[in-house]
């Protein structure tokens, strides 16, 4: 089980905006803004999105954001496309000085 | 371009040391930046692993740690892991990835992750 909580699923529209949720704890997400969203294609390198909450690194589209409330940070991808179609999950700091992830969310364009 | 692969055995007998070695290309090892392993199990879970800087500074997931040993080859522009007296349920796919640890906390680049399977 993942210390990190996150929907196994999620799906919408092509041009829709979807949300993926990550719930963690007052130790984890609810204390540190270390919360960071990779996208993962089968077979190849995890992708960095979203680091410190809501931060894109260059080169990634606009069409991603990031946002954090209370113990749940959330990613939200708008005008979805169907290359969008893979795996996410979720990464906080914590407390203990160590790192959780969630356990992935896939998602699917309709 | 920051490019990380993975290289090993892709099988480990249960109860010997699982080794991996992680390659780094395109960037100096001897940075700002820690290193670090993450494994992935066959049901999606994640878990980190350990972090370690070119100076040797290491950091372990306290579930692990007794087990685990983070090296670094400043040489080699490399870094390693070894996960002794290893189990079925180490089996994983086994990322190294470069770490943000200074100011932040992130994974920015990944290798592609190479399997191991512990299985006599």
């Known amino acids: 089980q993942s210390a990190l909580t996150q929907p196994a699923s999620v799906s919408g529209s092509p041009g829709q905006t979807i949300t993926i949720s990550c719930t963690g704890s007052?130790?984890?997400?609810?204390?540190?803004?270390?919360v960071s969203w990779y996208q993962q294609h089968p077979g190849k390198a995890p992708k960095l999105l979203i680091y410190?909450?809501?931060n894109r690194p260059s080169g990634v589209s606009n069409r991603f954001s990031g946002s954090k409330s209370v113990n749940t940070a959330s990613l939200t991808i708008s005008g979805l496309q169907a290359e969008d179609e893979t795996d996410y999950f979720c990464s906080s700091y914590t407390t203990s000085g160590t790192w959780v992830f969630g356990g992935g969310t896939k998602v699917t364009v309709l | 371009q920051v490019q990380l692969q993975e290289s090993g055995p892709g099988l480990v007998k249960p109860s010997e040391t699982l080794s991996l070695t992680c390659g780094v290309s395109?960037?100096?090892?001897?940075?700002?930046?820690?290193w670090g392993w993450i494994r992935q199990f066959p049901g999606k879970g994640l878990e980190w692993i350990g972090n370690?800087?070119?100076?040797?500074?290491?950091y372990h997931n306290p579930s692990l740690k007794s087990r685990v040993t983070i090296s670094v080859d400043t040489s080699k522009n490399q870094f390693a892991l070894k996960l002794n007296s290893v189990t079925a349920a180490d089996t994983a796919l086994y990322y190294c990835?470069?770490?943000?640890?200074?100011?932040?906390?992130?994974?920015?680049?990944w290798g592609q992750g190479t399997l191991v399977t512990v299985s006599s």
């Open positions: 395109g960037y100096s090892i001897r940075s700002e930046f820690y």
């Open positions: 370690i800087n070119y100076s040797g500074t290491t």
């Open positions: 410190e909450v809501s």
């Open positions: 007052s130790s984890d997400i609810g204390y540190y803004k270390y």
């Open positions: 990835a470069r770490v943000r640890f200074s100011g932040s906390c992130y994974f920015d680049y």
